[in-house]
């Protein structure tokens, strides 16, 4: 589900043109990262990290777009959380790769 409230944010950025884009952001924004800071749940710096994950993946979709958050005056992903904490999210939601299965026949 939080994948889908971020595609419907950057929906309404594109088509809708909200007056407040930030407020709108803010008031959901740990709704988006839902997902992000439930893999860091024993992370001590989750919540930082979840929502530069969040504006990340939200930066990809507006620039899909020839968008940027400038155009919207919203945040820019944060480029001083460690990259090893982003990867970290990101191979921990990877599903694992099995082999599919052989016709032994």
């Known amino acids: 589900m ?3 409230l971020r595609l419907l ?3 309404l950025l594109l088509f809708c043109e909200p ?5 709108l952001f803010e008031q959901f924004a740990t709704d988006m990262a839902e997902d992000f800071a439930h893999v860091l749940s024993a992370n001590s710096r989750r ?9 990340m993946s939200m930066d990809k979709l507006l620039i ?3 968008r940027c958050f400038a155009d919207f005056n919203l945040p820019s ?3 001083l959380v460690p990259e090893e904490d982003v990867r970290a999210i990101s191979e921990t ?3 694992p ?3 599919p299965p052989t016709n032994r026949g």
């Open 64 to 66: 899909a777009h020839d």
């Open 97 to 99: 790769t099995t082999s």
């Open 9 to 11: 944010f950057i929906s």
């Open 77 to 79: 992903p944060d480029s």
């Open 47 to 55: 919540d930082v990290i979840a929502r530069n994950k969040l504006l």
């Open 19 to 23: 007056a407040d884009p930030l407020s």
């Open 2 to 4: 939080p994948s889908q």
């Open 93 to 95: 939601r990877t599903p």
